[in-house]
């Protein structure tokens, strides 16, 4: 029982890191000019696509080192939708800032939409697979009834690689003047612009951060699953957008472990539970976020002392 | 060193500033004075590009910077304590005081920090604190103080006296002349506090439904009729 309890706490692990890189950058985005990217789950769909791609080139190529290839494939992708996410930006939701609240959250489905049928038009509809690239793993250990617990080296690659670009993007928020200027422009957008603050060109930065994040989950989505398909982005946009929710919205901790929350309850939801309701569960508590706790775990309230 | 000619700005469909003219000449306090709802602050922020004045033009040090973006004006040495403080208030004063200096490169840091820790040494007191946790008179040292590490040859300030102590406002106007006198620093500054303002002032400005109606030396102002009838009379 340890053993299988164990092997999900892994699998929600890894599945919950992958949710919290595509949480980040809702949870930016929505912290700095308080919208919700709709596309931002078709931006993580590009960068599995782009991933994809790299991965077929290099096949090509006859590069089969796999540190090298993992990690041009990782640049490409991080380069590639960071452009996507930079443009999305400047073309749907620049020209609407200072319009009325909805209308870039409308242009955000909009975008969504175009970007699934944009990708579904120029790669086909059916799914893409690709060839395995990690494979094996660590056994943990063995449980009582012969259960083996095993750690796989792309699990491995997953956390380590996410808990380094939490520490990374932490450090970039908390330390550095980029840092800074994104929360001044979070906090107050016109003083930002009075002490010299390039607030378009920092709102462009944050999405391009979320991009990049994105672009990682993508990497890791096309490795673990080995297909991807353009209608990826909404389920797992969905997911990442519960699980921004749920840790408190435009909170960059609270994007990682809601990310993490919704993994672990969707794995262990699989386990004990149907495995045909675990979108339900996660959902589920979604609603019972905004129902009992609208700020999120670790979120603040609207209303500040001035 | 500033020159604002004929200036109107509007909000929407409603004209705030109706030709406005006023000059600001290096080394000079300047204050500007009026009720509320007189059109100071849309002065203050049309010299910042934010909104733009519809028509007219802003100069600063013989250029036009009427077109030219908020954001460039620090790095030409405008720096802008706004009405309401706005300190960035999930940031500690420390931060608040960085992202002062964010034009002005790290050379300069340490000096202008112990500058600003001298000038208010309640601030380096709470130099870790977050800002929205600090009083109000706090946060208008604050609000200076962030204003002063970019290094400006002429600083704005909107109502610093707002909503403080007495004692609190002698001191915040105390190291207004203090800076002006020691730096040489320009400063405008907008104040309904008009007796404060046109003592400390070298020369002053009343506004009107956003028109200028007179001019003259702080003193002068302090001694007309009609300013102490509208603006002196009754407290202070």
């Not at chain 1, 309890?5 to 890894?14: D, K, R, S, Y």
């Not at chain 1, 494979?135 to 690659?157: A, K, P, R, W």
């Not at chain 1, 389920?235 to 749920?246: H, R, S, Y």
């Not at chain 1, 919704?262 to 045909?276: D, K």
Request: charged content about 15%; overall charge neutral.
């Amino acid at each position: 029982m340890l053993a299988y309890f164990l092997q999900q706490l892994i699998n929600g692990l890894t599945l919950g890191s992958i949710y919290g890189l595509i949480a980040i950058g809702y949870t930016m985005v929505y912290g700095i000019i308080g919208m919700i990217n709709f596309a931002h789950g078709e931006i993580f769909m590009i960068g599995a696509f782009v991933s994809v791609i790299a991965f077929l080139v290099l096949g090509a190529l006859d590069i089969t080192f796999i540190p090298l290839a993992l990690l041009v494939v990782l640049l490409a992708a991080m380069v590639f939708t960071a452009a996507w996410g930079w443009t999305v930006e400047r073309l749907a939701y620049r020209p609407l800032r200072g319009s009325f609240r909805l209308a870039p959250l409308i242009s955000a489905i909009g975008m969504s939409i175009a970007l699934q049928n944009f990708v579904q038009i120029s790669q086909g509809a059916r799914v893409k697979p690709i060839q395995p690239v990690i494979q094996g793993g660590v056994v943990l250990f063995t449980g009582d009834e012969g259960f083996t617990v095993v750690m796989s080296y792309l699990q491995i690659f997953i956390i380590i690689l996410t808990v380094v670009l939490m520490a990374v993007f932490t450090w970039i928020i908390t330390r550095t003047s980029l840092g800074r200027q994104q929360r001044a422009c979070e906090q107050d957008r016109m003083m930002a612009g009075l002490v010299g603050v390039n607030v378009d060109r920092t709102i462009s930065l944050t999405f391009v951060m979320g991009a990049v994040l994105a672009a990682v989950a993508g990497l890791m989505v096309t490795l673990q699953y080995g297909v991807v398909d353009f209608y990826i982005g909404f389920l797992a946009g969905m997911k990442a957008f519960t699980a921004a929710v749920l840790g408190g919205i435009g909170s960059l901790p609270g994007a990682m472990l809601g990310g993490i929350l919704i993994g672990l309850i969707e794995a262990f939801w699989s386990a004990y539970f149907t495995i045909e309701y675990k979108d339900v569960a996660v959902f589920g508590v979604l609603v019972l976020v905004l129902i009992f706790r609208p700020t999120g775990l670790l979120g603040r309230p609207e209303v500040e002392k001035v | 060193m500033l020159e604002v000619r004929g200036v109107h700005t509007f909000y929407g469909q409603i004209e705030a500033l109706k030709g406005v003219d006023i000059s600001v000449e290096e080394g000079e306090i300047v204050t500007l004075i009026g009720s509320n709802g007189a059109g100071k602050t849309t002065l203050l922020m049309t010299i910042c590009g934010n909104p733009r004045a519809s028509r007219g033009q802003v100069l600063f040090e013989g250029e036009d910077i009427t077109q030219v973006p908020t954001h460039h004006l620090v790095e030409r040495g405008i720096a802008q304590s706004p009405e309401g403080r706005r300190i960035f208030s999930r940031m500690t004063v420390m931060e608040n005081l960085q992202m002062g200096a964010l034009r002005t490169g790290a050379a300069h840091f340490d000096k202008d920090l112990d500058m600003v820790f001298d000038l208010f040494p309640r601030l380096k007191e709470r130099r870790d604190q977050r800002g929205g946790t600090l009083s109000g008179g706090e946060q208008q040292m604050l609000a200076i103080a962030r204003a002063l590490m970019s290094r400006p040859r002429l600083l704005l300030l909107d109502e610093p006296s707002l909503g403080l102590a007495p004692m609190v406002v002698r001191q915040i106007f105390d190291v207004i002349r203090e800076i002006n006198r020691s730096e040489g620093m320009t400063v405008f500054l907008v104040e309904q506090n008009a007796f404060h303002a046109l003592k400390l002032a070298h020369r002053a400005y009343v506004m009107v439904n956003g028109r200028i109606t007179l001019a003259g030396t702080g003193a002068e102002l302090l001694a007309n009729p009609e300013i102490r009838a509208a603006y002196l009379e009754g407290g202070h």
